[in-house]
């Protein structure tokens, strides 16, 4: 996602963000507000919200494990296609986390985590009623979709409320949601098992019905907000946050670069330089298997053999291993040849002896 990029208004350098810099214009970053910003009840909320999301993520992709055994009674199926019932929800985030990242740079923060885990309870909840292994799979797999949304948008979006000075601590403390959230769904599902597998999905939907707290407590990005252009929004939300903000301010904002694509890398001349499968490549030098063959030498007072005593048996078993300039050895002008050249082997001399 794309993050508002603040720059003086005279000569387009990187503006360093502080509560006393602005630009030659007057205007001043949003960033430039969370500095001195004070933490108070309204970011509390906020990050209470958005941290209970992030249990929510981790509570799906789990609950239905410790049910499998009821799931598969009930649909009468094997361990396989138990195993894709389970994984299908994070089949689904795979593609969807692409696609809910561009749409939050559209849309807003806090319309895709409002979209996404509504959608995601109402996806939950039909699964919950699948008459059969193959809709119970497809419903799983939608939820994951929905899902991801607030999975891809959770993170920046928590630290874009924050004041700067709290973002790489509470990074940490956001993260912890999702332990928090393997151990609720093996209390609850603990709970519930002997109600049935539909209960637990049950259970699981109605976590949906936390968006009513993003909605109340959760307001959008003032980066995105300034990003837009709706400078009057983004003022509102930076003094709900506990920011002095004047009226009518403007922020200084430039239109970010343009995200690149995924599919790019399989096009032009992205294509030409993209790296492929590993292939395999021939070099001039032995390989290690001859060199370390050609070095087992008799020392002195050794009774062991040389390895460069006739028959050259590894030699032979190793010359399909080979390049053919390796078999074929070069024409060179060395000093074991003399001037006028001469046929010189690629083998490494100690297993030419003898």
Do not use: K
């Not at 995601?120 to 939820?143: C, D, E, M, Q």
């Not at 290690?288 to 005593?309: I, K, N, V």
């Amino acid at each position: 996602m794309s993050a508002t990029t603040a720059r003086s208004g005279a000569t387009g350098e990187p503006l360093e963000p502080g509560p006393g810099r602005a630009g030659a214009a007057g205007l001043r970053p949003v960033g430039s507000y969370f500095e001195a910003m004070p933490f108070g009840r309204a970011h509390v909320l906020a990050a209470l919200a958005l941290f209970m999301a992030s249990v929510i993520e981790s509570w799906e992709q789990l609950a239905l494990v410790y049910v499998s055994g009821d799931l598969g009674d009930a649909f009468s199926i094997d361990a396989g296609r138990i195993g894709w019932v389970l994984s299908a929800v994070a089949l689904g985030m795979i593609p969807g986390a692409l696609v809910w990242g561009p749409v939050s740079d559209r849309i807003g923060r806090r319309a895709v985590c409002l979209w996404s885990l509504s959608a995601y309870g109402v996806i939950a909840l039909a699964s919950a009623f699948s008459p059969n292994f193959t809709v119970l799979l497809v419903t799983r797999v939608l939820s994951g979709l929905a899902l991801a949304g607030i999975y891809t948008v959770t993170f920046p979006y928590f630290l874009e409320l924050l004041p700067s000075r709290m973002r790489g601590r509470a990074a940490v403390y956001l993260s912890i949601g999702w332990p928090i959230g393997v151990l609720a769904a093996v209390g609850v599902t603990q709970l519930l098992a002997g109600l049935g597998w539909h209960v637990v999905a049950i259970a699981s939907a109605l976590a949906g019905l936390w968006v009513f707290a993003i909605r109340a407590w959760v307001p959008e990005s003032p980066y995105w907000l300034a990003e837009q252009n709706r400078h009057d929004d983004a003022a509102a939300v930076l003094r709900r946050l506990g920011a002095d903000v004047p009226a009518g301010t403007r922020f200084e904002v430039v239109a970010p670069e343009r995200a690149g694509r995924p599919v790019e890398l399989l096009r032009g001349r992205l294509l030409r330089i993209t790296p492929g499968p590993p292939r395999p490549s021939w070099s001039p030098r032995p390989s290690p298997l001859r060199w370390s063959a050609s070095s087992w030498r008799r020392r002195p007072g050794s009774r062991r053999r040389s390895c460069s005593s006739r028959p050259f048996w590894w030699w032979r078993c190793s010359s399909p291993l080979r390049c053919p300039r390796q078999r074929a050895g070069t024409w060179n002008r060395s000093p074991r040849t003399g001037p006028a050249g001469g046929f010189h082997s690629a083998a490494p001399q100690g297993l030419m002896a003898g």
